[in-house]
């Protein structure tokens, strides 16, 4: 065999195995992190949600859009147990994180630190800047000095915070932070105790445009890394943040919320195939 063909067998193999290298990321990537099999979900006798079935898939953002009181913070707050407390407040049916059931066999403490979560309103604790990220470390038992900095500097920086507070990590509690530097410092806080799945439940909806588009970049950059789940009212957010977007409505004779149609955000917003995901993205729901 001679030099040339000698070298074009050896490029053919290499592209063959880069070809299975990207098949396989691409599999691996869209891995199923949470999915829900007929989920049903009450509060006492009141059933909010009704046969869920949904496979939100890992490293990417997936949106939950609907009109206000069809159950979407309700579904997303399942996905943590944030329920736990509320009296008379049951889950039934599938929900699982790596298909393990969230209701059953997983810890509620152990799957916090899995599933954290960042709400609507910013809730920096009145503690200072580091302390408000070294919060979730310091529960975990980390004391050394040297790891909680390490830490605390590569939350703020993927958080996209640590140029504006890196000179007053000490000084300033976190309250006194503007609105979006708040949300911002919450993402950091969740972040920091390295979750594999981020809730957002309106992340966006008491800040200003500026600061809006702020967190909105950061979804996209911090999908790379984890999972993620937000719930917006706006549709535009939906189309520029998330990758798929599940469309809930509220059923007009039991008022349970149920979802109507799940897939990619594109197709979701240009060609639903559902009637009622179409007259809700064109804005004719009503
Ligand atoms: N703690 C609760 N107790 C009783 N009903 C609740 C509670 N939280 C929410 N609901 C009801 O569940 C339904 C879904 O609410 P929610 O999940 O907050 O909707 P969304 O976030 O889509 O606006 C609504 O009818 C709401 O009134
Ligand atoms: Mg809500």
Redesign the pocket.
């Given at each position: 065999m001679d030099e040339a063909a000698q070298q074009s067998r050896l490029l053919s193999g290499f592209a063959k195995t880069i070809a299975q290298a990207k098949e396989r990321a691409a599999q691996t990537s869209h891995e199923t992190k949470i999915e829900a099999i007929n989920f049903n979900f009450f509060?006492g006798s009141?059933q909010?949600l009704r046969n869920i079935s949904i496979r939100i898939p890992s490293n990417q953002v997936t949106a939950i859009i609907?009109p206000?009181?069809?159950?979407?913070?309700?579904f997303l707050r399942a996905i943590n147990r944030m329920h736990d407390r509320?009296p008379g407040?049951r889950g039934e049916g599938q929900l699982m994180l790596d298909g393990v059931n969230i209701y059953g066999d997983l810890d509620p403490v152990k799957l916090r630190r899995r599933v954290g979560m960042v709400f609507q309103r910013p809730n920096p604790f009145v503690k200072s800047i580091y302390d408000n990220v070294a919060y979730g470390l310091r529960v975990q038992g980390i004391r050394d000095r040297r790891i909680l900095d390490e830490k605390v500097e590569t939350a703020l920086r993927r958080a996209a915070l640590w140029d504006e507070v890196k000179d007053r990590l000490h000084k300033a509690s976190g309250t006194a932070l503007s609105g979006g530097q708040q949300q911002r410092l919450c993402i950091a806080r969740a972040i920091a105790v390295e979750p594999e799945v981020i809730l957002m439940d309106e992340p966006c909806s008491a800040l200003d445009p500026i600061a809006t588009m702020k967190i909105e970049d950061l979804i996209h950059e911090l999908s790379a890394s984890f999972t993620i789940v937000i719930?917006t009212h706006n549709m535009q957010q939906a189309m520029r943040v998330s990758d798929m977007t599940a469309f809930m409505l509220m059923d007009r004779e039991t008022?349970a919320?149920e979802l109507i149609e799940f897939g990619p955000t594109d197709e979701i917003f240009t060609n639903p195939k559902d009637k009622r995901t179409e007259d809700y993205v064109t804005g004719r729901f009503g």
């Open positions: 509060y009141f909010a609907g206000s009181g069809c159950g979407k913070s309700t509320t407040a719930v008022r919320g």
